[in-house]
């Protein structure tokens, strides 16, 4: 079941968000996340969503929608995230929660998401592009990790009108 987060939420959300950091393989994050630091996501409503995927009671992935700017031109872009515990990834649930992501961007009147997607990470790239998103075009050396630049793969996704 996809669903909105809520406070019970934060600590599972903070778990599998720090298994994502530890694998090097999605973020250039580097500190580990509490349930308070996903609690302060939760505080901006409603326009910035956070869905959970949960089974069986147990929160297996979430997605979110954060800023991707805060200029008032870019008020219905978005940057979308989904991460999904490694014990239950290949089996739909970051295709679910994107999907729902999507739909849930629409509803609020946003008209792109955007993501940066890390080169090596082939999983995501299948997945985004399963849901109808589309490669725009690649940033070279954009940060570091460990002190190795990476590269990130651009992707975007624009929305029906609702």
């Not at 959970?52 to 954060?66: P, Q």
Request: glycine share 10%; aromatic share 8%; proline share 3%.
């Amino acid at each position: 079941m996809i669903r909105p987060a809520g406070e019970p939420d934060t600590q599972a959300i903070a778990d599998i968000y720090n298994e994502g950091i530890a694998t090097r393989l999605a973020t250039f994050e580097t500190e580990a996340r509490s349930a308070a630091d996903i609690a302060a996501w939760l505080v901006a409503g409603e326009r910035l969503p956070t869905l959970v995927a949960e089974e069986d009671g147990a929160v297996l992935g979430w997605a979110r929608v954060s800023a991707y700017s805060d200029r008032p031109a870019y008020a219905g872009v978005g940057e979308a995230s989904v991460y999904v515990t490694e014990s239950a990834r290949g089996r739909g649930l970051g295709r679910a929660l994107l999907e729902e992501l999507q739909e849930s961007a629409r509803r609020l009147g946003y008209w792109k998401l955007v993501g940066k997607l890390f080169t090596a990470n082939a999983a995501s790239a299948g997945m985004v592009r399963s849901c109808g998103w589309r490669e725009v075009g690649m940033h070279h050396k954009h940060s570091r990790l460990d002190g190795e630049w990476r590269d990130v793969l651009l992707v975007e996704r624009v929305l029906e009108p609702g």
